[in-house]
């Protein structure tokens, strides 16, 4: 079996993905702050885990994949205080709807979901801060306990920042910053009238951003485990300071491969709430545009590079999904006895390779894609035979299954019927013929001649069959 490369954010390299335990991934993808519903650009990253995750199976691995919940930070406090809610009933709001979002987009139920306000985790970062304490890595200063940079000589590996020049004893108590304010971070936060706190060995207070994932990781994976995952967003300074208090508290390697999705633009601009162009997956759902073509937009592009994504790339996305499934439906009327021809086991045989060929080289998703459409291209021909036989469209379809069981796009899309669709499509391009639109109208017929569908203009209008 070809073994599956990734590039691995400490060092830049691509490197295999070899698990510590034998044919068992143990990987852990930073899960969403729940102090909003998670939006389009979030859900590029956990798509591309799932693709990871799916992927993983797909070549006989077993995963154990942990996504968290950031339940207690500054965020989620404000949102609380805001909405004159407890932070718990808050939270819990945002969590469900994370559900609804990955169980319309098709993605798979990782193993374990922790909380960090659950109980065994707050004892965990407890223990945590404490082994750091014995081991010299932090001081104390009004109640609360810091992290000390400069007692890590490595920091600063994974995001390849300069810390030559921080001045030391200088702190931030804030959960997120920029690199230009590389500082000491807060591990364990002193309790303020306004916040949750906990009565611990510590003292009152509540955790820091940082400390949560790695103590949520190390108890559900091990001191060291596979690989984790999250946005580029979370390179620094979240994924930096989980590395130094993880191995500065055990003196092991705390993770073996990083890995980090890419920025998602939106109609060509970075997306932000003051730009009004931050969209979630049931927004998108709400306007109209399917599930499945939102999920296949956000896979459709390698996850190292920015994907833009627009409108007119989900209605790409739904005439991409929707010539897979028509091929997958004619395969299922095929009637003609008799096995796979040679030449159609060489097509599939070929094809697959070329999907796992991709694949295999840092999940290459575009590359695998082409694969895809290259074998439905050759199963459209197929299929314009007369000589095709039950085997010979079993052989394509069970390719293109294999290949979904990772895509996990096709053959469920929202859809309506074919018959109903073509209809729909033709009575669209009457429609432009009369407004004398023809650039539109021949864009019809040549997106149904792609879907082996042939028209045939009369003085009583528009017929069609299959070809």
């Known amino acids: ?54 992927y993983l199976k797909h070549k006989g691995y077993r995963v154990t994949q942990v996504v968290n919940f950031t339940d207690v930070d500054d965020k989620t406090i404000d949102g609380a205080h805001a909405a004159g809610m407890g932070l718990r009933e808050y939270t819990q709001k945002f969590i469900d709807y994370f559900f609804e979002d990955c169980a319309t987009l098709g993605i798979e139920r990782a193993e374990h979901y922790p909380r960090a306000t659950d109980p065994e985790y707050i004892d965990a970062m407890v223990d945590l801060v404490r082994k750091l304490e014995e081991r010299g890595h932090t001081y104390r200063s009004d109640g609360s306990i810091y992290f000390k940079v ?13 810390v030559s020049g921080m001045k030391a004893g200088a702190r931030v108590d804030s959960d997120e910053y920029e690199k230009e304010n590389v500082r000491d971070f807060v591990l364990w936060k002193g309790p ?19 400390l949560e994932c790695s103590a949520m990781g190390m108890k559900l994976l091990g001191e060291t485990f596979d690989l984790h995952g999250g946005g580029v967003d979370l390179i620094f300074p979240h994924h930096e300071n989980e590395i130094a208090q993880s191995e500065g508290a055990t003196g092991k390697p705390f993770v073996r491969h990083w890995m980090h999705t890419e920025f998602l633009l939106v109609e060509g601009e970075k997306m932000s709430k003051s730009k009004g162009n931050q969209f979630t997956v049931k927004e998108l759902v709400d306007e109209g545009y399917s599930a499945m073509a939102i999920r296949y937009l956000l896979l459709s592009v390698y996850y190292r590079q920015q ?67 290259d ?21 394509f379809r069970e390719a293109i299954e294999r290949m979904n069981q990772v895509f996990g796009v096709f053959g469920r899309s929202e859809k309506l019927s074919l018959d109903e669709e073509v209809e729909r499509l033709i009575q669209e391009r009457t429609q432009a013929r009369a407004r004398r ?31």
């Open 1 to 54: 079996m070809s073994q599956l490369r990734l590039t691995n954010t400490l060092g830049g390299k691509l490197e295999p993905l070899t698990p510590l335990e034998d044919a068992h991934v143990r990987m852990y993808t930073c899960g969403l702050t729940v102090y909003n519903r998670g939006h389009v650009g979030n859900f590029r990253t956990f798509v591309s885990q799932d693709i990871l995750r799916r």
């Open 150 to 162: 400069d007692s890590f000589p490595e920091y600063g590996k994974l995001s390849r920042i300069d």
């Open 192 to 210: 303020k009238d306004d916040e949750p706190s906990w009565e611990t060995a510590l003292g009152p207070g509540r955790p820091g951003w940082h």
């Open 307 to 373: 994907l833009n994504f627009t409108r007119e790339g989900l209605r790409q996305a739904e005439t991409a999904i929707r010539r897979v499934d028509d091929l997958l439906d004619r395969l299922s009327e095929v009637s003609r006895e008799g096995e796979a021809a040679g030449a159609s086991k060489e097509t599939v045989a070929r094809e697959l390779a070329a999907f796992e060929e991709a694949m295999d080289a840092d999940l290459n998703t575009s590359a695998a894609l082409a694969a895809l459409f």
């Open 375 to 395: 074998l439905v291209k050759e199963g459209n021909t197929a299929l314009s035979s007369s000589s095709i036989t039950k085997g010979d469209a079993r052989a």
């Open 437 to 467: 639109d023809f650039e539109r109208a021949d864009a019809i017929r040549m997106e149904l001649e792609d879907r082996g569908i042939a028209l045939e203009d009369s003085p009583t209008g528009t017929r069609w069959r299959r070809k």
